[in-house]
């Protein structure tokens, strides 16, 4: 399917690994023009030198920290004519209430929940004047089935969800579209390091790490690039009627939950 994305100027942040730069490369194989956010460096410039060559686009890297004010304000200059954000910058450490203190939760927050905001806030403003644009949220199904393990990234994730909803919403008077994905397990260099480190913990082998996940749904994580090509879809002409909206892909985890 053409998703008639050809020409269009993309905006990813955390684009140097994982999703982020596997929606990097579904951009691209769509013919987008790429502005690669990160705080990587040397990796972030890699990815935009290979996609550029591939698949005869511009690709750009831009190292930024979105924790800070002056690097948004930064990146919203340098990038002001873009046509989809694709916020997906910034990990919440696991744990419960006792074992993330306030300096990490903080930490955490201003990377992904006050990085999305604020960058939302920058580039939504842009988008109203020029009347077109789609902000697409790359958010995380704990959000929705909080786990108190994970009390940090539960909370942050429901408020980000909220605040996805509440753009979204408003967002066809402006003539734009603020959507979000929720992704389950992840098969990522994080995820990956978590399920080595438990087993080590389970099995005393971390090598075994991949028979953990025999619960899963199909016996696996999600693959980065499921989540990238739906943040694709969404943000095309093809889901033009989609706005406000949270699209899970858990491999169905949050259906199998017992209410009891």
């Known amino acids: 399917m053409d998703l008639h994305l050809r020409g269009k100027r993309v905006l990813i942040t955390g ?3 994982g999703i982020g730069a596997a929606a990097a490369e579904a951009f691209a194989e ?3 023009h790429l502005r690669l956010a990160a705080r990587s460096g040397d990796q972030l410039k890699a990815l935009a030198d290979r996609l550029r060559s591939t698949h005869q686009i511009d690709a750009s890297a ?8 002056e690097d948004i304000v930064r990146l919203a200059k340098d990038a002001s004519d873009i046509d989809i954000l694709v916020n ?6 696991g744990g419960n209430l006792d074992a993330i203190d306030e300096k990490r939760w903080r930490e955490a927050w201003d990377l992904k929940v006050f990085g999305y905001i604020n960058m939302t806030r920058r580039f939504y403003a842009l988008m109203a004047e020029r009347k077109q644009g789609v902000i697409v949220n790359i958010i995380g199904a704990a959000g929705e089935n909080p786990d108190f393990s994970y009390v940090a990234g539960s909370s942050g994730n429901a408020s980000l969800m909220a605040f996805t909803k509440a753009m979204g919403g408003t967002a066809p008077r402006d003539n734009l579209r603020v959507m979000a994905i929720n992704p389950g397990p992840v098969m990522t260099e994080r995820l990956i390091t978590l399920m080595k480190t438990r087993a080590q913990s389970d099995l005393g082998d971390p090598e075994r790490w991949q028979e953990l996940m025999q619960g899963y749904a199909f016996g696996r994580a999600a693959k980065p690039e499921e989540i990238a090509w739906m943040a694709a879809f969404l943000a095309s002409d093809r889901s033009a009627y989609t ?4 699209v899970t892909i858990d491999g169905g985890g949050g259906s199998r939950r017992s209410a009891l």
């Not at 831009?62 to 004010?69: E, G």
């Not at 997906?88 to 450490?93: D, K």
């Open 88 to 93: 997906n910058a910034g990990a919440i450490p």
């Open 62 to 69: 831009h190292i930024v920290d979105l924790r800070k004010a």
């Open 243 to 246: 706005t406000g909206s949270i």
């Open 15 to 17: 684009a140097s690994k």
């Open 30 to 32: 769509e013919g987008c």
